[in-house]
């Protein structure tokens, strides 16, 4: 079995995030998603509008998606690819060659953004809005 995993936060599920996902999947057998929680948004500054358990409800209940992590450290990487026996590490383009390091353990893909949608733009779009 070829297991992938990506990373991401992934609050105000959008197309974007759907297609990356399926293109993961697409890529192995078994999809394993990490996502930040809430104390690791902290960390990083981030705001969600949906708490770390939500996202983790949201995300299991999407078909592609096997089993759901959470990530609460930039560093943990490596070590979640060793303990899921992971074979494709999987993350957007706007992070492309960030995590080349992970080389060393497993195949490291870097995926097209889908254009025109964001949650960060969907925010924005919301702000002005109101």
């Known amino acids: 079995m070829k297991k992938v995993i990506t ?5 105000l599920m959008h197309m ?4 990356l996902l399926k293109r993961a999947k697409d890529l192995g057998d078994y999809l394993v998603v990490a996502i930040s929680t809430d104390e690791f948004n902290a960390l990083k500054n981030k705001k969600s509008y949906h708490s770390y358990e939500n996202r983790k409800l949201i995300l ?4 592609y998606v096997d089993e759901v992590i959470p990530e609460s450290t930039w560093e943990q990487k490596a070590e979640d690819v ?21 080389r ?8 097209p953004r889908t254009v025109g949608v964001s949650t960060t733009k969907i925010k924005k779009e919301l702000l002005v809005a109101k």
């Open 7 to 11: 990373y991401g936060t992934f609050d």
């Open 16 to 19: 974007g995030h759907i297609n």
């Open 60 to 63: 299991e209940a999407i078909r």
């Open 82 to 102: 060793k303990n899921h026996d992971i074979d494709v590490f999987v993350m957007g383009d706007d992070w492309k060659g960030k995590f080349d390091f992970l």
């Open 104 to 111: 060393d353990h497993c195949e490291v893909v870097y995926l």
